[in-house]
């Protein structure tokens, strides 16, 4: 039987609004996906970078550095907190996992938004529903569509495996690491995404201009 909570939302007395007039600018969601080794968290630190000497106030959620600790795995867990708790709190990469660790990211990407922030995400985020959850919480957050702005940056398989930059591929061909996305876990890319990089054909500093460009052609940061 599940219990019953007893949970109250309490509104603060600064809005969203005050705190955008605060930092000079609108804030939103800027959700990175795509294949391991297609250069997600690459570009996202540059449009950081830039937007931080722009002035802007951002928030980097890279994916790697959420499971160190937000979403950290059972292994991690486990040698502070024990065997029972790392089963229970700690996230792998099944299906059940992988949407649970977005849910997650989306709840902390949404609590930004509200504080006024332009808040960057790189995670492979696979599949399309946990994408499209992403989404339909933060546009039901600010109560309007376009505060989640979805960049795919695109490249083939053989590109990103070529890549390798951590080394995965070369692990999951091993057998190493399984559930591995793009080899035996499958990466459902998105159908109407704001943004499409072609990380395979430009530069990741050029790349990253365009996230720039179009976060000012949509009034999100000043010309």
Not at 68 to 89: D, S
Not at 148 to 170: H, I
Not at 178 to 187: A, C
Request: proline share 4%.
């Amino acid at each position: 039987m599940t219990e019953k909570t007893h949970v109250t939302w309490h509104q603060h007395s600064v809005s969203r609004a005050a705190r955008e007039r605060l930092n000079r600018h609108k804030s939103c969601v800027v959700w990175f996906t795509g294949l391991s080794g297609s250069g997600k968290s690459t570009i996202a630190n540059l449009v950081d970078a830039k937007l931080h000497k722009l002035g802007v106030h951002t928030c980097l959620l890279d994916g790697d550095n959420v499971r160190h600790g937000l979403n950290a795995g059972p292994a991690m867990l486990a040698p502070q907190f024990g065997e029972a708790f790392a089963r229970r709190f700690g996230l792998g990469f099944s299906p059940e996992d992988r949407a649970e660790n977005i849910r997650r990211v989306a709840a902390v990407a949404e609590l930004f938004l509200q504080a006024g922030i332009i808040t960057l995400t790189a995670f492979v985020s696979p599949y399309r529903r946990d994408r499209a959850a992403a989404r339909g919480r933060i546009e039901a957050s600010s109560g309007q569509k376009g505060d989640f702005v979805e960049v795919y940056v695109s490249a083939p398989l053989e590109v990103c495996r070529a890549r390798d930059p951590k080394g995965l591929y070369q692990k999951a061909r091993s057998g190493e690491v399984t559930q591995f996305t793009g080899l035996d876990d499958p990466y459902e890319p998105p159908e109407y995404p704001e943004l499409v990089l072609d990380s395979a054909k430009k530069s990741a500093d050029a790349l990253a201009d365009e996230v720039v460009e179009h976060l000012k052609s949509h009034g999100y940061v000043g010309g």
